[in-house]
């Protein structure tokens, strides 16, 4: 790729983030305070994944089983990048599913009072009996109707030949919500924004959605670690799975 394009596309990239960002969260606080209708507080969250996606200059290549759209999920995903989110947020436009984020990203200004007017969630990770808390009444809010996307590594992974290991509050919530969980493979976004920049590079990143299981609900509470520990396996054969085709596609 030419640095002429990769200069070209971060002109782009980083306004245009900010600006649809600013432009986004207003709106949702504003439609909040005047209007209950979700779907309009959805619409204009799916926009500013599909702008994101588009700023970036990424080319998605998705390979997705049919879903039932009348259902909600927990969708279990890895996590590589800042664009994760985003992309699959566009691509899941049917579900518009919330998601569970730190606390830290509530405080950013604008951006944070977009998110929680959303109706997406926070969780402080530093206070775990604070966490419980927030994790409970989350489920709570999520049972009403919802699905919700989770990032069980809780922070990016940089590895390009493992998952992180998963944490146990992800398939808590799996267990007590009660629904079919939907594992995804996202590859390609960690070269594409890496951890730690804000300068995109603009490539193909490639999403496999796969069939829905019922692990959640085979599993209780006490056997949260035995479900952590399939999802993973799962997860980590369908990643190599994913990285050797994507290999063998672009040599």
Request: glycine letters at 6%; proline letters at 5%; aromatic letters at 10%.
């Amino acid at each position: 790729m030419g640095l002429f394009r990769v200069i070209f596309q971060n002109l782009i990239f980083i306004p245009g983030v900010v600006l649809c960002t600013v432009i986004c969260s207003v709106l949702v606080v504003i439609v909040r305070i005047f209007s209950k209708k979700i779907r309009i507080l959805k619409k204009i969250e799916y926009l500013w994944a599909k702008s994101i996606c588009f700023a970036s200059g990424i080319d998605l290549v998705v390979d997705s089983v049919p879903l039932d759209t009348k259902k909600c999920y927990v969708f279990i995903s890895n996590h590589m990048s800042h664009l994760d989110t985003p992309i699959i947020m566009s691509i899941l436009k049917d579900f518009s599913p919330r998601f569970i984020a730190k606390d830290s990203l509530f405080k950013i200004p604008i951006f944070g009072q977009g998110m929680r007017a959303a109706g997406h969630l926070s969780l402080h990770k530093k206070e775990p009996l604070k966490a419980m808390k927030e994790l409970n009444k989350a489920i709570e809010t999520l049972k009403q109707g919802e699905s919700v996307l989770l990032f069980p590594e809780g922070t990016r992974n940089t590895y390009e030949d493992k998952l992180l290991d998963f944490k146990i509050g992800a398939f808590i919530i799996a267990i007590k919500m009660g629904l079919e969980m939907v594992p995804i493979v996202i590859y390609g976004t960690g070269k594409c924004l890496p951890k730690g920049s804000i300068f995109v590079r603009p490539g193909k990143v490639y999403v496999k959605i796969f069939d829905p299981v019922p692990w959640a609900l085979q599993y209780n509470l006490k056997r949260r670690e035995e479900l952590k520990e399939l999802t993973y396996d799962f997860m980590q054969k369908k990643f190599l799975e994913l990285k050797e085709w994507v290999s063998k596609e672009t040599k």
